[in-house]
T-cell receptor, first 115, second 112 residues
Framework: DGGITQSPKYLFRKEGQNVTLSCEQN?????MYWYRQDPGQGLRLIYY???????QKGDIAEGYSVSREKKESFPLTVTSAQKNPTAFYLC??????????????FGNGTRLTVT | QKEVEQDPGPLSVPEGAIVSLNCTYS??????FMWYRQYSRKGPELLMY????GNKEDGRFTAQVDKSSKYISLFIRDSQPSDSATYLC????????????FGGGTRVLVKP
């Protein structure tokens, strides 16, 4: 079964610690994305990557970092510089980032709680 | 003002009723319009995808786009308790690749 796997499902961290969220896809998609979802707000784009070893900042990249060393993997690091990191994080992929009509496929998210 | 506005709900309907959802937007450059369904603690899944104005039907779901009014709708006929979820609208511009702009989502409850 093809899909996107995010792990872990729930993550708890102390303030001041960096934390890395995993995202793996076996859909052979070129493009991958990280979104953040807060209650009552739309999904907001953090980072996206069109191809391996290349990625661009989204609308709310401050305090986050990513890498794309493999086509299948796009991990997100939430750094201590992110002022309000507690949120639901969603990873997505699409066949082609450049095509406006290439639908996004989402993973089931990681809920991060920082105290 | 947000680029895409969506009533957060909750919208509560009896089983079998028609569910009517909508989004308004301000950017006239949006050309691709999508509806996603999101169950609690899950990722969104694509329900409907339309380009420009008009209607699109898929089973119990109908999506409408009125670009002149900057208004999109999703109708769910013969609603079932399994339709209880949050529905997100999303849209993007032709030149923006796949950088979608999402509404905040409407929570729908279908009561048996």
């Amino acid at each position: 079964d093809g899909g996107i796997t995010q792990s872990p499902k729930y993550l708890f961290r102390k303030e001041g610690q960096n934390v890395t969220l995993s995202c793996e896809q076996n859909l052979n998609h070129d493009a991958m994305y990280w979104y953040r979802q807060d209650p009552g707000q739309g999904l907001r784009l953090i980072y996206y990557s069109q191809i391996v070893n290349d990625f661009q900042k989204g609308d709310i990249a401050e305090g986050y970092s990513v890498s794309r060393e493999k086509k299948e993997s796009f991990p997100l690091t939430v750094t201590s510089a992110q002022k309000n990191p507690t949120a639901f994080y969603l990873c997505a992929s699409s066949i082609d980032q450049g095509a406006s009509n290439s639908p996004l496929h989402f993973g089931n998210g990681t809920r991060l709680t920082v105290t | 003002q947000k680029e895409v506005e969506q009533d957060p709900g909750p919208l509560s309907v009896p089983e079998g009723a028609i569910v009517s959802l909508n989004c308004t937007y301000s950017n006239s450059a949006f050309q691709y319009f999508m509806w996603y369904r999101q169950y609690s603690r899950k990722g969104p899944e694509l329900l409907m995808y339309t380009y420009s104005s008009g209607n699109k039907e898929d089973g119990r779901f109908t999506a409408q786009v009125d670009k002149s009014s900057k208004y999109i709708s999703l109708f769910i006929r013969d609603s079932q308790p399994s339709d209880s979820a949050t529905y997100l609208c999303a849209m993007n511009r032709k030149a923006a690749g796949n950088k979608l702009t999402f509404g905040g989502g409407t929570r729908v409850l279908v009561k048996p």
